[in-house]
C-alpha cells in the first residue's frame, strides 16, 4: 500500500500562492494520507473549510479531521448567529474505511516568545488487508527540544497501553435496546500503528532516539510494541534525502523533518521511502512511503 504524509502549510506553497487543489493533486492516488495544518475559516486562506474542500477534491476517500486548537469564528448575520470555528489541525484520508478515530492534544509549554501552538495528532484505526492498524498524522512542537519530547513521551504512553485501553467501548452491552455498540462488534485497539506527520526534527536528535531507540543499536532491531524509522528499513532511502529547505544564518540549510515511522512488526515489509523533493505545493516535500499492509499477519499477536 502507498502512504503520503504532507505538511501542506495551510495551501500556501514555497511560490507563494494559496491553492489546494494543487495539494490535493500531489496526494491523489495514495492509499492513506497524512496531511499537517490544515485549517478552517481563517483569514489568510479565505475562510474556506479546508477538510470540507480537500474532501471534495479526493472524493474517493473515507476522512477525518483533528483540530489541534478550535476557536470562535462565528458572525451575526440578519439577526442569528453564523456558528463558525476556527481550527488547525491534521486530517487523514483513507482509500479503506477509518473504523474509529481520536484527537490527541499534545502537551503545550507556553512561550513569552515566539509564538507558540497547540499541536495534535490524530489517530485513525483502518483495517488493512494484514490486520487492523492505527495510523497517526502528528505535528510536534516547531521550538524546542524538551517540548517535543514531552509530546512523544505522551504519544508513546499511549501507543503501550492501546491494546488494553480498547477502543471506543468494550465489553458485553448488558442493555440492548439502548443499543450502546449499533449493531457492531467491538472495534480493535491493535499494538500496530503507523506514525507519520511533521516531527520538527532530525534524524539522530534526541527526539529521534526517544522514538526509535539509542544508538549505536544491532541494525534491524525491532521492538514489538516500538517503532523504526521507514526510511532506515528501505531499500533504497536516496543519498540526498530532505522534506524542507530553510535559510538558516544566510545558508541553505536541506532537513529531514518529516518521518514515518512503524510499529515493529512492520520492520520487514518497508518497500521504499521517498519524497518529492523540488514539489512547490507546500513549504514541505511530501514523503512517500510503500509498505505492505496486504499480506495479513502470521500471527493475531502482530495485528494487536
Known sequence: MKLVSYNIQYGFGSDGRYDLARCAKVVAGADIIALQEVERHWLRSNGDDQPEILSRLLPEYHWVYGPGFDMDASERREGRIVHRRRQFG???????????????????????????TRNAALECMIRTPAGPVRVLSLHLAHIATEERLEQIDYLLAEHRRAPSDGGPWSGADDEPVRNWSNGEPQPENPLAAIWMGDFNMEPGS?????????????????????????????????????????????GLTKRRLDHCFVGGMFAGRVRSVSADIGEIASDHFPLRVDIDLETPFATATGGG
Open 90 to 116: 491534521t486530517m487523514v484520508l483513507s482509500r479503506l474505511p477509518i473504523v474509529w478515530s481520536r484527537l490527541h492534544t499534545l502537551p503545550l509549554r507556553r512561550t513569552v516568545r515566539p509564538l507558540n
Open 206 to 250: 534526541a527526539e529521534y532516539r526517544r522514538i526509535v531507540g539509542s544508538t549505536p543499536y544491532h541494525r534491524g532491531a525491532a521492538y514489538l510494541d516500538g517503532f523504526v524509522d521507514a526510511a532506515a528499513v528501505a531499500s533504497e532511502p536516496a543519498e540526498d534525502f530532505h522534506t524542507h529547505v530553510k535559510t538558516i544564518d544566510g
